[in-house]
């Protein structure tokens, strides 16, 4: 039997055991970082506004003011269906988003290209700041074309980081619900939205036309942030390089399908044909190997992507490459597309649904004239790192500080997860209305 002062004197010293040792994790294992600005967005937030579109509902992070919590955006500009002047005068500031790092990820194993990363500036020692790592030590890294290039060689991703650094640009889930619609269905397609449904047996393969439509330039995806405030076209970039998601259900004869994606510089298509069990990709007209199909079961839902990130031409199902990845020619000339037509699926014979479209662009880091790693390659040392913004057009970064490479010793440690997020909840009290911080749970996740 325990005595009373035994058990008050056990528990101050679990009390104080726990103390001690949340305060050495916290020392030397994990740290909580708050992120203020948003060079990281759409990934990782800093100070914002969340907005959902009125017109497609669409919901997308607009950045905020943090040094001048008085100068805050009054509109916004839905990247999903380019619906302007969305007045977010009232719509309360949310936080940024609280990270838990690991501060010796090192250890385990080595620092990787793609990685988010929290570290400290030569220049300025005391501030921690949050990018992701392109460069690692002794490359010669450079930007081209909005790609990273080390070594001379294209720095290729794989498709789970592809997903990693996404970022949006239409989502057929929330469909403008003015104006004219962006599909064109062909014979035996009938628009069932959310769905597409197709069920006919033509010889012929009839189309399904998806036609992009970019605030101020139809047919061609651009570089533009929701997190931003609008840019206008002579000021953004041009993106070739896409990844387009969507899901398949098949009802019964598992169709003959074409997907085809023209991104401005290539033309390509992902081929699957069930009675030839074959199935194959085709660049610009021209065929490529093909490798055995494994058709659809009927009733079953599969995920199909396909991609032409960092010049390479992917396709998978349910997140596993089916064909080998196919090297696209590095050309930045744009051939001539087809009226805007960004994407088309096809079939020929077959009943099956298409739910859930999604397409989605690669991060383009812009250069500019004098900034590091940009006109010229730059040289990193055996121990240095290069680091740069997801968010490109305002990301301050190691293009343009005075000491662009990151030594390891200024590294601190990888983001996990996003933790302990919260947002502004408004209360009426007569004329007076309160704002009060509660949980925001939708923004707990790990990071990739």
Known sequence: MLRRGSAIRGLLELIACTAISVSLLKGFLVEGFLISTGSMAPHLLGYHKHVVCPECGFGFARGTDIDNPS???????????????????????????????????????????????????????????VKRVVGLPGETVQLVDGNIHANGQICRKTLAQQRGLAVPVYDDRFRPRAGTSRWTVG?????????????????????????????????????????????????????NELLVTFEVITSGTPPRLTIELDTGLHRVS????????????????????????????????????????????????????????????????????????????????????????????????????????????????SDEFFMLGDNSPVSLDSRSWTRPAVP??????????????????SIESGDAARHIRIPDLRRIRYIR
């Open 270 to 381: 992902w081929v699957r044909d069930p009675v030839a069990r074959q199935q194959w990709l085709v660049v610009n007209d021209r065929r490529m190997k093909s490798t055995r199909l494994v058709p659809v079961e009927p009733g079953r839902r599969r995920t199909m992507e396909i991609s032409t990130i960092d010049r390479t031409l992917r396709a998978a199902v349910d997140g596993r490459l089916v064909l080998p990845p196919l090297a696209l020619s590095n050309s930045s000339r744009r051939r001539k597309s087809g009226a805007g037509e960004l994407l088309k699926l096809g079939a020929a014979a077959g009943d099956f649904e298409i739910h859930n479209v999604r397409i989605d662009r690669d991060v383009f880091y812009r250069d500019a004239a004098g900034q590091h790693a940009t006109t010229s390659p730059w040289k990193l040392g």
């Open 408 to 425: 390891r010793h200024l590294v601190i440690g990888r983001p996990l997860l996003v933790h302990l997020p919260s947002q502004q909840w």
């Open 71 to 129: 100068n805050q955006p009054r509109v916004a500009t839905c990247i999903n269906c380019g619906q302007m002047e969305i007045d977010v005068a009232e719509v309360p500031r949310n936080e940024g988003d609280q990270l838990l790092v690991h501060k010796l990820p090192w250890v385990f194993s080595e620092i990787r290209r793609w990685e988010p990363m929290v570290f400290r500036r030569p220049d300025r020692a005391t501030t921690a700041f």
């Open 187 to 239: 014979q035996g397609w009938t628009d069932q939205h959310p769905a597409f449904r197709f069920a006919a047996m033509n010889t012929r393969t009839s189309w399904l036309v998806y036609r992009h439509e970019d605030i101020e330039q139809p047919g061609v995806v651009r570089d533009r942030y929701a997190y931003n405030p609008r840019e206008p076209r002579s000021r953004t970039r041009t993106v």
